[in-house]
């Protein structure tokens, strides 16, 4: 129930398209879903984060979709670009305790130029 | 703002020795930080959470004796990687948060046990 599925596992999209990544959730107790980017050989980096009382959450080429009732959420890069190859990871937390995040598996995305 | 270090961000030992890891918030006082461990393309996997002046927190199966963490100031943690082996070869990352609950994450520390 703690777990976080994320798809598809890699990704391969032209330049200019949109990627988009998925995940899916079991516990409801969770609140806070942010996504992250990590490029090879460093510490991931917060992109865009949303909350259940929202459906989606737009910052710059970057949209959550969240769907409360599917227990769904996704990720959307608009204009994707070379520069966005990297993997990707969405992840969960409750606001009870430490807040701790329980993470996807990842999706490494590829912009081919 | 809200950047956090670690240090060193490589480390090659041998076998048997210790390793420490230094997390630093930079510009926000870290109410809680957190230590994870990912191996090569594989997801974050957390080890522990640590609070300023109180014990770490430990996930199940992650060895609080080998891994010792130490959360000494509300800018600082370390983890002491004990009697190092190959197989602790690993990426370890940290990250720091404040009440307002978003995780930042250090850029890592790739340690290789010889």
């Known amino acids: 129930q703690q777990q976080v599925k994320q798809s598809p596992q890699s990704l391969i999209v032209q330049k200019g398209g949109i990627s988009i990544i998925n995940c899916a959730y079991e516990n409801t107790a969770f609140d806070y879903f942010p996504w992250y980017q990590q490029f090879p050989g460093k510490g991931p980096a917060l992109l865009i984060a949303i909350r259940p009382d929202v459906s989606e959450k737009k910052e710059g080429r970057f949209t959550i979709s969240f769907n409360k009732s599917a227990k769904q959420f996704s990720l959307h890069i608009m204009d994707s670009q070379p520069g966005d190859s990297a993997t990707y990871f969405c992840?969960?937390?409750?606001?009870?305790?430490?807040?701790?995040?329980?993470f996807g598996t990842g999706t490494r995305l590829l912009v081919s130029p | 703002g809200a950047v956090v270090s670690q240090h060193p961000s490589r480390v090659i030992c041998k076998s048997g020795t210790s390793v420490k890891i230094e997390c630093r918030s930079l510009d926000f006082q870290a109410t809680t930080m957190f230590w994870y461990r990912q191996f090569p393309k594989q997801s974050l996997m957390l080890m522990a959470t640590s609070n300023e002046g109180s014990k770490a927190t430990y996930e199940q199966g992650v060895e609080k004796d080998k891994f010792l963490i130490n959360h000494a100031s509300l800018t600082l943690s370390t983890l002491t990687v004990t009697s190092a082996h190959p197989e602790d070869s690993s990426f370890y990352i940290c990250?720091?948060?404040?009440?307002?609950?978003?995780?930042?994450f250090g850029p890592g520390t790739r340690l290789l046990v010889l």
């Open positions: 992840a969960a937390s409750m606001n009870t305790g430490f807040q701790k995040l329980v």
């Open positions: 990250s720091a948060t404040t009440a307002q609950e978003t995780q930042y």
